[in-house]
RNA sequence: GGGCCGGUAGCUCAGCCUGGAAGAGCGCUCGGUUGGCAUCCGAGAGGUCCCGGGUUCAAAUCCCGGCCGGUCCA
């Protein structure tokens, strides 16, 4: 595991200048750097939280302000201070949310694709870590879904070092004890190895009086299959909780009440909990360092030996207890889902949509239980984004959002609360007293229902029910870890890929001038079907936009281009016939097809059109969600909760056409990364984040800017005309838009058309017309129809009983041949009419030239003796056939027409074996 | 992206395991009863058992594929 000698690393230059020295913490075993001797590492949870009883220089800071120090104590110290971004990790394929400053970097400053924004640089970066979701709250506030790391960053290149562990250190050790003021005394420095997101390296952990207050990692390796390779470059990355420095500093007896203040006080009063007094949490914040949840009897304990402390009885230190931690929650979990929202989330049940649907029915459900309605639940959202608007402007804009997306998924999370009733008795009836654990476990994987939930339910059903112990053990052990990436199939055959990787990049016309449609360019390579031109105006496929088509000609030969693609900055022409005779460094002419190459363009302008036209209409959170450019038509699919109306479909469609009308202008500009995303934002990423460090920035004017690679019109008025002509949602928070553009528009209209007119040629007239007309008469011929049945039904029961013979008591026998081949008749017939006659045995022949079919029906007396089944069986011995049935209703099947059936036979062999059954007792 | 659950009358669902006659309650229509409280009694209408394929004499039921919804997880 250990590739340096890590205590190299660790002894920086500073703890020899002021005299601290590496000691070994007899609990943990972990090595540590302090000035004077101490009896553990100084972390949780070697020891408990003593870090109210030192003396802090620095005056309580509220986390805003901790977070202005922060930025401005590394901003005098040559680090230029960089915006953060959101807590959507919406520039990565591996992560759904930003769990850490240096998330930000990655992978593109790691990976050195990009520089850095700057360097040194400081961030104060909102994150969001769903981990601890379980824990919040029981431990006072080590455990939050939402903080903000405070880095400082320094990127170390192999031609130029800015500084590594010396400075780091020094930095921090200077913040902490001159600027916060912490007596250096109180400092530890803890070695520990940091390892996560493909990146690894020695870190530090520092704490004051038991609070972990900041880490600071030394990234160097990239870990590749549990092997670790040295990075070339060097990364100072560091974490510091602002959050844990405003506890510090106010030193109050939980986290919550440091960072949210006086909203503390106002949710216990809105959700009708009551306060518990200082003392109490006093007693419990000296223990809460130590608890361990993934033991669920550590807090009961905590409880009652706070309870001792105090001589407070146990029931009210539960009761204070349990209240607060749940109101804890709904701060913690509120603000959470406000930031996730507000950043643009769409709740569904996949994705990062699915996270913020989590932390919302985690709230839910604790709200449910405090028995509060939704206007409740949208004030708590509301106090909070009045709270933190000044901290996160998007707050304000967002505000609407959060309302409709809070109210319906409150909605359907009380939906789902309804529905547990039914669903829990259908699993009870499935047999076996009260439910197994398994179907404990059942109920919320595939419903949703929590074991308290359901344990609810089931005392009201009047069962006893307790949730099981080993549930949530049981829910654990079934986690098994799915790889998260799929193997796409490759479009291009991987032994081509690697003969044209290393080509030079081909010159893209069709970026220079998307409207050029010749060209004449020189033969780079051939490989196989491909051909690589050093320049071309051929569209390779990509960013949705589909590959273009055309003819490359060499002197007199004409090559179909069938596709093209792209293999890194190399674009590939797939030719047919193959491209024998074409030989490297020769000249061709390239032809784009126009009329297919302008069609995509169309689309892809439109595309742009209604993506900013949806963004204005619904709001931000309507992101690209996938899209696709042909020839016949252009598709786009976005978040938004809900389906669009019919109003909003031609509102959507007015609002396009008008931006066409108007006929604005489409740029583009090649803008450097960090200014593009400064200037425009993150909705520039719609179609994913380019790994570049200049990003194509394409503009609607007024209306739309994205990085986009594609091809586009001059002027939206060349869209030519917009038409959605399929819309729905395809999954939950995902809409799917179809429309065409331009003489898309007339081939799509005469394509209806002449669906009208074939349907009414089928119908003979107009179809409004007509269409009624030919209801009506199927209306009546349905009841012509049920009349002629029921005349035939009686036709029926009369040859049935015309032929009746009795047995004997309680058994008579009817043999008939039915004409009618009705099936569905005959068995309704059989079997109203041995409802009504118990002693009934009927055997009715019915079918049609090719298959005839006896139906044996019983009433139950008769069937007490008879078995129907029986009867078919040597129906079957005596005629063939094949059938069978239940003991009171039969069928035989025979492979013969219906007239050469022999009925006196069939009566023959019923009758003997009635006989010999019924006359017997 | 994956696992699990579900799709049957307008609604809520039973039937599916173990193949053999498509059901209940509510709602609706009609008739009677009733001052009202989910009044009671009787009659009736209402079905692509999600779609497609397979197995079988026979599929709502078993098998395969798909679609839609729900839910948990990544």
Redesign the pocket.
Known sequence: MCVVSREDIFRVRMFKDRGYSRRLCGSCKAYYWSRVERPNCGDTPCTDYYFDEVPIRSPPLSPSEARERFLKFFQDRGHEVVDPYPVVARWREDI?LTIASIAVFQPHVTKMIVPPPANPLVIAQPCIR?EDLGSVGYTLGRHLTNFIMGGHHAFNYPDKYVYFTDETVELAVEFFTKYIGAPEEELSLKESWWEGGGNAGPCFEVSVGGLEVATLVFMMYDVADGRYIEMPLKIVDTGYGIERIAWLTQKTPTAFHAVYGDLVGKYHKVLGVKEPPESLLRAVFKRSGRLDLRDPEQFRLLKRSAGLELDMPKEEVSKYLDGAVMVYNALDHVKTALLMLSDGVVPS???????A??VL?KVFRILSRLGVSVDTVLELFDLQTKAWRSLYPRLSSSEDYVHQVVELEYK??Q??IG?AP??V??YL?K?GPGLSLDEYV?L?????LPPELVAEVLSKLGYPAQVPREFYAA?ASR??????K?AEAPVVPREFYEKVEGLPPTRRLFHEDPYMREFEARVVAVVGDYVVLDRTAFYPEGGGQKPDRGRIVSGDRVYEVVDVQKVGDVVIHKVRPPPYEIRVGQEVRGEVDWDVRYSHMRHHTATHVLLGVLRKIYGDHVWQAGAEKERVKGRLDVTHFKAPTAEELKLIEREVNRVINEARPVVFKEVPKYEAEKVYGFRLYQGGVPLEPVVRVVEVEGVDAEACYGTHLRNTAEVGGFKLINVE????GVVRFEYVAGPQLVEYASKLEDEIRSAEKLVGGRLLEKLPRLLKEAEEL?RALSQYREFYKSVLVNSIEGSKEVVSEGCAVSVVLSELPDE?LV??V??DY??ERPEAIVVVASGDERRSRI?V??GVEA?ARVDA?DLVDRLSRAIG??????R??????LERSLRDLDVSEIRRVVLDRVRELCSRR
Not at 349 to 355: F, P
Not at 888 to 893: F, G, K, P
């Open positions: 759904y769903l049940n996949s994705g990062e949509g699915y996270l649907r989590l029915r359907r999370f939906e789902l529905r039914s669903i008795k259908r009836s047999g059942e919320y994987e595939s419903h949703g829910l986690r098994v870890r799915a790889p998260i799929k949602k395809i999954q939950d349905k569905e068995t309704r059989l079997r041995t409802r139906e029906s019983e069937s089944v056939g094949r059938g069978g049935g239940k009171e209703h039969a069928i035989l099947v």
